[in-house]
């Protein structure tokens, strides 16, 4: 085993004379090579995640009119955040630039000048944070869930099969050790191509298992109303935590502008990624209605809060178990897609205020006997694997999966998705207060405040009883 230090040539960030890709003179260290693709598959890896598993039972608490609209009316929002992030890119001129903002905070801060964008930073880290939670829960889930079901087929369904989840947990944040390895957000595409389809396999399956569900019932299951609950203001914060599951599943937001910046052009970078915007909203509702409308059918009143990990479904046991490995790849390159921004923007920090060290600039190489050498920072080993302890010890204490879905989706929501990208395109756009495009956009702001705090009130409680149950 021989160990060669060598200037880190892999990881740009780290330079201490790189210059943000939204500065004029930029000149980057990478080929932008990424096309629509690409970025269909990283929109994706992102959008398509734990939260798809939730949604039947959201349908359950809201029923066959309001759940089915909700969806659609949250994919409205999502594709008009969408819209509107694309002209952010550039800037000041949404087509001419010639600045470009590689991230979110990029722009907010070249758009809406610092303020904003020390508000937004807080919003953003809590963004990056949370999702990497959410899937350690959602994995160790599905990775016990694949034990259950082995256990059920071998010792029949009325069987006890305990297991615990802090165990995988565990296991899951070994692995995504070693995948926080990677360098950067341009050495993913390979990783969320494989999530991208794993993604689509698992909603693939979980709506088939669903519609063979309600084939053998011979009748499709639910009502209007939803999930009858034993008083009114219970069935209110049920309501709100549904929206709060829902909110979770869509938004891609925050790494928009980040998959922009990996686009090559011509064409520009904003028609490409308004086109890859439709295209992934269609596909993601489509499976999302699939989902949630064939497990609540399947399984109406007693639709289970995680689909493939709830038990309705024990045979054929081989195919539950497949669909449950699919969540766990898919979630190892979903946890990067969200972590990878964040690893970026602090290890930029750390190179601007350590410009001499050789802990954090300098790369060694690995050469074990027989073994393709692999390349390693000593700054990026310690750094990420301290962030990954941190998020497997939250989600070891706060293991409820609707609830923590529920603040997830609820916490951010409204900041990322709806706010900053109304002001920074009214902004960009001089579009005066007294128009009208103005008003309706402020006004549709409010309008979606009020519903998401609503959210977020409801799923905080979910949390705190869950706890003390």
Not at 371 to 387: D, E, S
Not at 442 to 447: D, E, I, L, N, S
Request: glycine share 8%; net charge positive; hydrophobic share 45%.
């Amino acid at each position: 085993m021989v160990v060669d230090e060598e200037v880190d040539s892999q990881l740009p960030f780290l330079d201490p004379n790189y210059a943000s890709s939204s500065s004029p003179s930029f000149k980057p260290a990478f080929k932008r090579t990424g096309n629509e693709w690409t970025a269909l598959a990283h929109i994706i890896t992102a959008a398509v995640g734990s939260g798809v598993l939730s949604l039947a039972w959201s349908m359950a608490q809201l029923g066959w009119i309001a759940g089915p609209m909700t969806m659609l009316l949250f994919a409205c929002v999502s594709l008009t955040s969408a819209f509107l992030l694309s002209n952010c890119y550039k800037s000041p001129d949404p087509e001419t630039g010639p600045d470009k903002n590689g991230c979110y905070l990029d722009a907010v801060q070249k758009i809406l000048g610092k303020r904003n964008a020390w508000l937004c930073g807080i919003i953003v880290r809590t963004n990056f944070i949370k999702v990497p939670i959410v899937y350690t829960i959602t994995s160790a889930i599905s990775i016990r869930a694949i034990q259950k079901s082995n256990c059920y087929h071998d010792q029949g369904h009325e069987a006890t099969c305990g297991y615990g989840s802090t165990r995988y947990m565990v296991i899951f944040g070994l692995i995504q050790v070693v995948a926080s390895q990677i360098p950067d957000f341009q050495n993913m595409k390979w990783l969320s191509i494989v999530a991208a389809v794993m993604s689509f396999t698992y909603s693939i399956i979980g709506s088939a298992l669903g519609l063979a569900q309600v084939i053998e019932n011979g009748e499709i299951k639910g009502s209007i109303r939803g999930l009858p609950s034993s008083t009114a203001a219970e069935k209110v914060w049920l309501v709100a935590q549904a929206l709060g599951d829902i909110a979770f599943a869509f938004p891609f937001s925050l790494i928009f502008l980040e998959i922009q910046d990996t686009l090559k052009a011509p064409p520009p970078e904003k028609i490409t990624m308004k086109k890859v915007s439709i295209m992934a909203a269609c596909i993601t509702t489509f499976f999302y209605l699939c989902c949630g409308g064939f497990g609540y059918a399947a399984f109406g009143n007693s639709t289970p809060g995680n689909l493939l990990t709830g038990f309705g479904f024990y045979e054929p046991y081989w195919l539950v178990d497949f669909a449950n490995a699919c969540v766990v790849l898919h979630l190892v390159g979903g946890y990067q897609i969200f972590s990878q921004p964040l690893f970026a923007d602090i290890e930029r920090w750390f190179a601007r205020k350590f410009p001499e060290s050789k802990f954090v600039h300098k790369n060694h190489t690995l050469k074990p006997l027989l073994m393709l050498p692999l390349k390693f920072n000593f700054m990026r080993l310690v750094f990420r694997t301290a962030y990954v302890a941190l998020i497997t010890g939250i989600a070891v204490l706060f293991p409820y999966f609707n609830q923590v879905v529920g603040v997830s989706g609820a916490i951010t929501f409204w900041p990322i998705v709806i706010y900053f990208p109304v002001e920074m395109y009214l902004t960009q756009k001089k579009t005066e207060i007294w128009k009208t495009k103005a008003i309706v956009l402020r006004v549709y702001t409010m309008v979606c405040l009020v519903v998401i705090f609503y959210a977020f009130v409801g799923s905080i409680r979910g949390v705190i009883v869950a706890r003390f149950r």
